[in-house]
């Protein structure tokens, strides 16, 4: 079981900070859920510069892109490409 002062790496900056200074980040957006899950976090700063618009859809888009399976640059130029096709479609 973690404990408050256990110390937490800020996945943004990599930071180490005590967990009760850092705040709770869920990939998915849904910091309410709490049964089995293991949340990531972020220092104060990093959460401050988070953004607080809706995400949804992303997780499913970086999958498709690639994310963690193909080399960084590659997976940059097939998201970059899946996002120009979601804008041209709605406009
Ligand atoms: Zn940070």
Redesign the pocket.
């Given at each position: 079981m973690w404990a408050d002062h256990d110390p937490v790496t800020?996945i943004?900056?990599?930071?180490t900070t005590a967990r009760s200074d850092a705040r709770e980040y869920d990939k998915h957006g849904d910091r309410w859920t709490r049964t089995d899950k293991e949340f990531e976090y972020?220092?104060k700063?990093?959460f401050r510069r988070l953004t607080k618009h809706a995400r949804d859809g992303l997780e499913a888009a970086l999958d498709d892109a690639g994310a963690g399976r193909v080399p960084d640059d590659e997976f940059l130029a097939r998201f970059l490409d899946a996002t120009r096709e979601d804008t041209a479609e709605r406009e």
């Open positions: 800020c943004a900056c990599g930071d972020l220092c700063p990093c």
